[in-house]
């Protein structure tokens, strides 16, 4: 498996522009998080889903950002209008659920997020 | 709220000593621990875990230490090696698969 994918990995955008930042969990996990690290606040939760529905947004910090998940195998993470706090990393992760003794989240490589 | 604290930054040792890494956290309710090691330009990976059950769990050269009393778990990595430096985050988990990270230590292995 290729593991969890995000796209881009990279992107440098203006005050005041949409970013998009998409993910592809790996095959076969039925949920999937958004987390977004700071040096502040280290790796922060923004939102799960569970089967494709989103069961808790309690860490999106705003209505400016959203995430969706339209199908198994594809969510986007969206921020509109972006502003330079928002400059942070943004990972991707997915894990196959309530399994064993632990559930480990597989985590995607990032996505760098720079706001001028 | 946070309710996973690393209250070092970074953590500075010599190869072949041990490295422990710190852990506190407030939520009761956690039904295990996990801790994750992360390189620059990667995602974190999974490194050990440990139940809230359990007291210690072992793995090669890492350790996890859990003590429920004092709400605090360690990670202790012996002998440390150059290539286990790294940022490492502890977490705390639940049994519907939501995991509460805490903010990091910056570990560095010096020759």
């Known amino acids: 498996d290729a593991g969890v994918i995000q796209s881009p990995r990279h992107e440098v955008t203006e005050m005041g522009q949409e970013v998009t930042l998409r993910c592809k969990p790996i095959?076969?996990?039925?949920?999937l998080f958004w987390y977004r690290q700071t040096m502040m606040r280290g790796l922060e939760l923004l939102i799960y889903?569970?089967?494709?529905?989103?069961?808790?947004d309690s860490g999106m910090p705003e209505d400016r950002f959203s995430a969706k998940m339209p199908n198994a195998s594809f969510s986007t993470l969206k921020i509109q209008p972006s502003e330079p706090r928002d400059s942070a990393v943004y990972f991707c992760?997915?894990?196959?659920?309530?399994?064993?003794?632990?559930?480990?989240?597989?985590f995607g490589p990032g996505t760098r997020l720079t706001v001028l | 709220d946070q309710q996973v604290k690393q209250n070092s930054p970074s953590l500075s040792v010599q190869e072949g000593r041990i490295s422990i890494l710190n852990c506190d956290y407030t939520?009761?309710?956690?039904?295990?621990f996990l801790w994750y090691k992360k390189y620059p330009a990667e995602g974190p990976t999974f490194l050990i875990s440990?139940?809230?059950?359990?007291d210690k769990n072992e793995d090669g050269r890492f350790t996890v230490f859990l003590n429920k009393s004092a709400k605090h778990l360690s990670l202790h990595i012996v002998p440390s090696q150059p290539g286990d430096s790294a940022v490492y985050f502890c977490?705390?988990?639940?049994?519907?698969?939501?995991?509460?990270f805490g903010q990091g230590t910056i570990l560095t292995v010096h020759p």
């Open positions: 992760a997915s894990t196959a659920g309530a399994s064993g003794e632990y559930n480990e989240q597989f």
């Open positions: 095959s076969g996990h039925d949920y």
């Open positions: 889903f569970n089967n494709n529905v989103p069961i808790d």
């Open positions: 939520n009761s309710m956690f039904d295990y």
């Open positions: 440990i139940s809230s059950i359990k």
């Open positions: 977490a705390g988990g639940t049994s519907y698969g939501k995991l509460t």
